[in-house]
């Protein structure tokens, strides 16, 4: 059985920094990209940053120069660094897992509220 569970959420000024973790079980972590989404209210959900497992990284053109993906292989665990947040960075954050190229293995964490606000 699959489980991402998210944590490093909460609140912060404007300008602050936040350290999203998602712990993955229940996969072959090192072969899986990795994901993280976000839906802010009234919103769709859209992706924030991936991570494939040989290392390739996309980044939302809104989260560029301010967010880092990384994972560690060895703990089974994905990260987003997020630096200089603004207030529209104020969403639910969601991790993401699948094997690319292999149709029903897209799984997702419940989600954690980032709220960015003076």
């Known amino acids: 059985q699959v489980q991402l569970v998210e944590s490093g959420g909460g609140s912060v000024q404007p300008g602050g920094s936040l350290r999203l973790s998602c712990a993955a079980s229940?996969?072959?972590?090192?072969?899986?990209?990795m994901g993280w989404y976000r839906q802010a209210p009234g919103k769709q959900r859209e992706l924030v940053a991936t991570?494939?497992?040989?290392?390739?990284?996309n980044y939302a053109d809104s989260v560029k120069g301010r967010f880092t993906i990384s994972r560690d292989n060895a703990k089974n665990t994905v990260y987003l660094q997020m630096n200089s947040l603004k207030a529209e960075d104020t969403a639910v954050y969601y991790c993401?897992?699948?094997?690319?190229?292999?149709?029903?293995?897209?799984?997702w964490g419940q989600g954690i509220q980032v709220t960015v606000s003076s």
């Open positions: 229940g996969i072959i972590f090192s072969i899986n990209a």
């Open positions: 991570i494939t497992g040989g290392g390739s990284i």
């Open positions: 993401n897992s699948r094997r690319n190229g292999v149709p029903g293995t897209t799984r």
